[in-house]
């Protein structure tokens, strides 16, 4: 059984730029929910992807869009990237129940100059 | 509005003392708790999950409690190790997100 993939591992953009981030979902798992997670702090949620369609969103900007595509990898797209943007970008997958576990990917860490 | 809280922010204790870290949360409307481990710029390591028909879960020297009602969880960590130091994190799922706590970061003196 294969985990929870993220890419890529780390990436530095400028201020204004887009950036594209990518997870695989475990297998056998529909859902990817993508999290952000500054400095010092505990996670903050994104969006939710359920079956190709937008399933939830937190309290984020239009400029952070997202993608699920029928394999259910996802992908999070962030426009016109701003400093507080930096941080650690993190994936989860699960299956299709509110009870069910949300396996993590090892992240993605944004350095935004 | 649901809200996670950790207490403390920080704890150092010498090796192998018996220790206690909480988490609270604001609306017991949950569907599970779960707690996870987090190593300085790493990823997310699942502990333990605690649905919330249950009152506790253990695994190996860690054992986590929940009590819905009073909107509190416990995590217990028995005769900590060096190797035990890193941040503590608890989430509540709560409909299709989870809710995170800041953590809690716990130092293990040799």
């Known amino acids: 059984e294969t985990g929870v993939t993220q890419s890529p591992t780390h990436l530095i953009k400028t201020r204004g730029q887009q950036v594209t981030l990518r997870c695989s979902s475990q297998?056998?798992?529909?859902?990817v929910s993508w999290y952000q997670q500054a400095l010092g702090q505990g996670p903050q949620f994104i969006f939710q992807?359920?079956?190709?369609?937008?399933?939830g969103r937190g309290n984020f900007p239009p400029r952070f869009s997202g993608l699920q595509f029928p394999n259910y990898s996802s992908e999070l797209n962030v426009n016109a990237l701003e400093l507080d943007d930096s941080a650690l970008y993190l994936c989860?997958?699960?299956?299709?129940?509110?009870?069910?576990?949300?396996?993590f990917g090892p992240g993605t860490r944004l350095t935004v100059l | 509005k649901q809200e996670v809280t950790q207490i403390p922010a920080a704890l150092s204790v010498p090796e192998g003392e018996n220790l206690v870290l909480n988490c609270s949360f604001t609306?017991?409307?949950?569907?599970?708790l779960q707690w996870f481990r987090q190593d300085p710029g790493k990823g997310l390591t699942s502990l333990l999950l605690?649905?919330?028909s249950q009152r506790e879960q253990t695994s190996g020297r860690l054992n986590a409690s929940l009590d819905k009602s009073s909107g509190r969880s416990t995590l217990y960590i028995a005769a900590s190790q060096p190797g035990d130091s890193a941040t503590y994190l608890c989430?509540?799922?709560?409909?299709?997100?989870?809710?995170w706590g800041a953590g809690t970061k716990l130092i293990i003196k040799p």
């Open positions: 989860a997958s699960s299956l299709w129940t509110n009870t069910d576990t949300q396996y």
């Open positions: 297998s056998g798992h529909n859902t």
């Open positions: 992807y359920y079956r190709e369609e937008e399933n």
């Open positions: 609306d017991s409307a949950i569907y599970n």
């Open positions: 605690i649905q919330s």
């Open positions: 989430a509540v799922h709560s409909n299709y997100q989870l809710i």
